[in-house]
């Protein structure tokens, strides 16, 4: 196999460490299907099962300290609007039990007026039965005339008809009276059980708010560690990529770079999806030894993949060889450029956040100076037969 030229490295030191984190480059439309939504679903780094178990529980937890929240709210509505009509019957309540208390007073008034009524006309019979002679002889005889008799008996008659006339007035307004007072009393009987019955559930929906609201803290609690926790999953997953590498420039010779980050994994070239880190690497690959790799699977296969075809794969790293890690998801692969006198490698790669140009997945990115140990490496130059 003949190696073709080695296009050099142009590294320019930057002042900034990056965090590195690495999205591996999927390989298979039928890994991409089995899990449609796993770039959208989790944030960047996210890839662990403890990482993604937290994200769902913070996500879970927000929803429902929001839910929470809005029934919170909702009830609070419900309780102001039960406060006006507690007020509003109160107010009716008080209006009545004035107009009771105005019928009670006409009502003894009233009760007053017959009782005098009544001790008149007793009276105005005691004295016609004892001033007055049941013998009619005697009482025409007492008379002037014929005339003087019959004004006394009609005067007698009048009187007791007028005292009788105005007793059973006073006792059909005392009647009347008391059936206003009957009405009103019925009033304001069903007004304190409907202002009862409002305060009930007033005080029932002020427990609910309290509840809600203690819920919906509980909630934000849960998700706040939730996400502490998503976050720690992410650090420690960011810290096996981070071998203190800088971020640099480097030569990007990919064809399809155009394409990217545009067309991320929309389509499969050489090595897995375009603008992904297998498809750069498979084409570094190409470009110096000739080789095409084309079904090696994702990036953390692809040292097995490697050693089933008989190429030399170690811990040893060596410019133009292809570094693999195996952790995280789908692992992840760098293109070699050169090793340093201090052992550290430079590498140029495809699809991460932390070196990417344009601070979006699938696009290019240079590291030198990174630990050699986090990677083992294939040597395509290398074959055990």
Request: aromatic share 8%; proline share 2%.
């Amino acid at each position: 196999m003949v190696r073709q030229k080695h296009k050099t490295l142009g590294f320019r030191k930057l002042s900034i460490i990056a965090a590195i984190f690495i999205i591996a480059g999927l390989s298979t439309f039928a890994i991409l299907k089995d899990q449609p939504n796993a770039q959208a679903a989790y944030p960047v780094g996210c890839v662990s099962q403890a990482c993604r178990e937290a994200a769902d529980r913070a996500a879970a937890s927000e929803a429902a300290a929001k839910k929470a929240a809005s029934q919170a709210d909702t009830l609070e509505n419900e309780v102001a609007r039960l406060n006006s009509e507690i007020a509003a019957l109160e107010d009716e309540i008080n209006m009545n039990q004035a107009i009771a208390r105005d019928l009670t007073a006409q009502i003894a008034i009233n009760e007053g007026k017959l009782s005098l009524q009544q001790s008149a006309l007793a009276k105005m019979l005691v004295d016609m039965h004892f001033e007055g002679d049941p013998d009619a002889v005697t009482l025409l005889a007492s008379s002037s005339s014929l005339g003087d008799l019959a004004e006394k008996q009609s005067r007698q008659s009048n009187a007791k008809s007028q005292v009788t006339t105005s007793a059973e007035a006073v006792k059909a307004l005392k009647e009347e009276l008391e059936q206003q007072k009957a009405s009103v009393d019925a009033l304001i009987a069903a007004a304190e059980l409907s202002r009862n019955e409002a305060a009930e559930k007033r005080n029932y929906q002020q427990a609910l708010i309290a509840k809600y609201e203690s819920d919906s803290a509980a909630y934000e609690k849960d998700a706040l560690a939730a996400r502490e926790t998503m976050q720690r999953e992410i650090a420690a997953e960011i810290a096996k990529y981070n071998s203190g590498g800088v971020v640099g420039e480097g030569y990007n010779s990919y064809p399809w770079a155009a394409n990217c980050p545009r067309d991320n994994i929309k389509y499969i070239v050489v090595g897995g999806y375009v603008c992904q880190c297998t498809s750069y690497a498979g084409w570094k690959a190409q470009e110096f030894y000739g080789i095409y790799i084309s079904s090696w699977g994702n990036a953390n296969t692809w040292g097995s993949s490697a050693a089933r075809r008989g190429y030399v794969v170690d811990d040893n790293p060596a410019p133009h060889t292809i570094g693999y890690s195996t952790t995280g998801v789908y692992g992840h692969v760098v293109w070699v450029e050169s090793v340093n006198a201090n052992g550290t490698i430079n590498l140029t790669e495809y699809n991460n956040y932390a070196s990417s140009k344009s601070g979006l997945p699938g696009d290019f990115g240079a590291r030198y100076n990174v630990n050699p140990r986090a990677y083992r490496y294939i040597h395509l130059d290398q074959k055990l037969w």
